[in-house]
């Protein structure tokens, strides 16, 4: 949770250059708005008890009775009362301040004062409708989730998104043009459903990330523009993602050990898919190199037919980048780069498997007939997301890092399940020490 350095003062003014915005006509507090980075203070009228009502965080600090600034703002505005009968004519020029600072806040300055403002408007006014324009609003409801978690009042912001349906209405609006910009709007996507509770944003976007990958490593040699990083907002909570999804580690996974990846959530489901997908090429060759007949026509052409086969396979995964074959006595790079592409671009190669024949009556004998029902099985994987039901419930128990289901795993025994199950199924394919991939259809 971002700090904050909150104090009450009393009667003082404004600065000239940013008088106070009306939240509440009939405020008799002014929050102070201070920014750290660019050296602006903002104030904003509000209403005290309003701001008790629907944050935890102000309901302590401005209450009248326990601490020294909730005591004198409680004299300051009984004084304010006996002045002005009506409070709306109380000038924001004798109000009482509270301090609030941006620290922990998004460096995008302008941006994290519109949301502030937003989240204010949301608490005063919860019947008001989504003021942001579409292109804007992911962005928006990303910084609301840190400032309403900042504040202690995600329940009612959370609230107010759901009357809105902003969830389902922005649910396929992704407006990114680059492959940095797409993990921006992943990230502030997952990082509101896990604040506001949008299971189908948790599951989706979690899913994104782990299959489309990270796209700011500098191992990838993608250049950033200034602009972009402003954009971005590099030391925002999305980049960071709590509750256990990416812990503490640094922002730049290229700063990143192979200790480090295996700290984070989504980092281990993408190895573990990563892996899973590796154990159905493994499987395959294992089968045509091992002494077991892989064709089942019985002729006396059948064991050229295997050797026939396993080469094609070896040749296919050779040119698809998916196979590497090495020495088993020449130095070898003790470490290689992760693969930071799209898992789905790998499953797409594979289905490329041409039906190779060592002859006219060798039909079937191939890879192809036996692979494609395993990546049509596997495929979409929006099954590897984070089910926000079992995360909210028992995330011990759903985490693939902290508790996978190891154990062996068989493709034939595999059933069609819905909500929570699917999720389990998938784990417990992910996560297998061991897996059978003999298909349902034999080759």
Known sequence: MPRKNANTRESSLPSPEAPAATIAGDGTVLLQLQDLTAGIEQYYRCSRRILRNTSKYFNVLLDPVKFSEGIAMEARVQELSQKYPDPTSIPPSELPIVKVTNEGLPEDSAATRASF????????????PWPISRPQSVNSIALLAIIADSFSAVDHVAAYLR?????????????????????????????????????????????????EGPKRSKTMNLEISEEEHDEQGSDALWWRLPGGVEGTCPADFSMRGEADRSLEELICRRDYTLETINSIQKHFLSLYMSRQPQCRLGYGSSPQCDSFQLGEMVRFFGRKGTLRIESTFAPTPEDY????????????????????????????????????PILEAISPLGQVGICLQCWGGNRGKESWLDNPKQGKWDFRKTTLARGCQEH????????AEERDWTPLIPG
């Open 117 to 128: 403002r937003l989240f204010l408007n949301i608490l005063h006014n919860p019947a008001m």
């Open 163 to 211: 009357k809105q349906s902003l969830g389902s209405a922005l649910m396929k609006d992704r407006k990114a043009t680059t492959a940095h910009h797409m993990e921006l709007e992943n990230r502030q996507r997952l990082l509101a459903g896990l604040t506001f509770g949008i299971p189908d944003w948790v599951r989706q976007f979690s899913a994104a990330l782990i299959v």
């Open 337 to 372: 780069e992760p693969y930071n592409g799209n898992v789905n671009d790998i499953i797409s190669k594979l289905k490329e498997s041409p039906s190779y024949q060592i002859d006219v009556y060798h039909q079937h004998c191939g890879l192809r007939s036996r692979l494609i």
């Open 424 to 431: 389990q199924n998938a784990k417990a394919m992910y996560t």
